[in-house]
């Protein structure tokens, strides 16, 4: 059974950068013809997706943090990261990671299966 | 405000049917593959219907999906006290090279 884990500092102070890692344990990242997402929830409100990367490293972002969102995969040691630059209150929120597999069209980013529990992110001083 | 549209809240009391709708255009659900989420409170999101109708192993067939051209529908049949929680939709445009998902829907299970 596939299992996502978020880590890193729950609280950030605001311009500085927000770094989270999603650790994939009981499968490869490697090979797996997926998209690692990274997908976001403010307290109280709804999904937003931040971007995502393949396992042969291809990325898309969301236009709209594309300037400040950098996403990358770390194959040896089955994990990839999120890097948010220059926060704000306004990205204050539980981060998730997930896998988009590939679909029976052969697309991608259509669904998410498997998830993280998620990690509360704080932008404050 | 969300591309992909839901209605904010539904409810239906236990062993009911209940639908729940998410609209969006042509460069996203009517040609892609739309998928729903449930999120219990405090919990992450969890599949239950992907590629518009399928439901992943252990989704009961209570969960049923469906899509006509830019819409795209979630059902549950004899509705249960667990299945309070929000449903979101979710799908890719191809205009704007992204993922969107719905503003969400809490389902009440009265």
């Known amino acids: 059974q596939l299992q996502l884990q978020e880590s890193g500092p729950g609280l950030v102070k605001p311009s500085e950068t927000l770094s989270l890692t999603c650790a994939v344990s009981g499968g490869s990242i490697r090979g797996s013809d997926s998209y690692w997402a990274w997908i976001r929830q403010p307290p109280g409100k709804g999904l937003e997706w931040i971007g995502s990367?393949?396992?042969?490293?291809?990325?898309y972002y969301n236009a709209s943090l594309k300037s400040r969102v950098t996403v990358s995969v770390d194959t040896s040691k089955n994990q990839f990261s999120l890097r948010l630059t220059s926060v704000t209150a306004a990205d204050t929120a539980v981060y998730y990671c997930?896998?988009?597999?590939?679909?029976?069209?052969?697309?991608?980013?259509?669904?998410?299966?498997?998830w993280g529990q998620g990690t509360l992110v704080t932008a404050s001083s | 405000q969300s591309v992909l549209t839901q209605p904010p809240s539904v409810s239906a009391a236990p062993g009911q049917t209940v639908t729940i709708s998410c609209s969006g255009s042509?460069?996203?659900?009517?040609?892609?593959?739309v998928s729903w989420y449930q999120q219990l409170p405090g919990t992450a999101p969890k599949l239950v219907i992907y590629e518009d109708n399928l439901r992943p192993s252990g989704i009961p067939d209570r969960f049923s999906g469906s899509k006509s051209g830019t819409s795209a529908t979630l059902g549950i049949t004899g509705l249960q006290t667990g299945d309070e929680a929000d449903y979101y939709c979710a799908t890719w445009d191809t205009s704007l090279t992204t993922v969107l998902f719905g503003g969400g829907t809490k389902l009440t299970v009265l």
């Open positions: 997930a896998r988009a597999p590939r679909d029976s069209s052969g697309y991608y980013l259509r669904s998410f299966d498997y």
């Open positions: 990367i393949h396992d042969r490293g291809s990325t």
């Open positions: 042509s460069s996203n659900i009517a040609h892609n593959y």
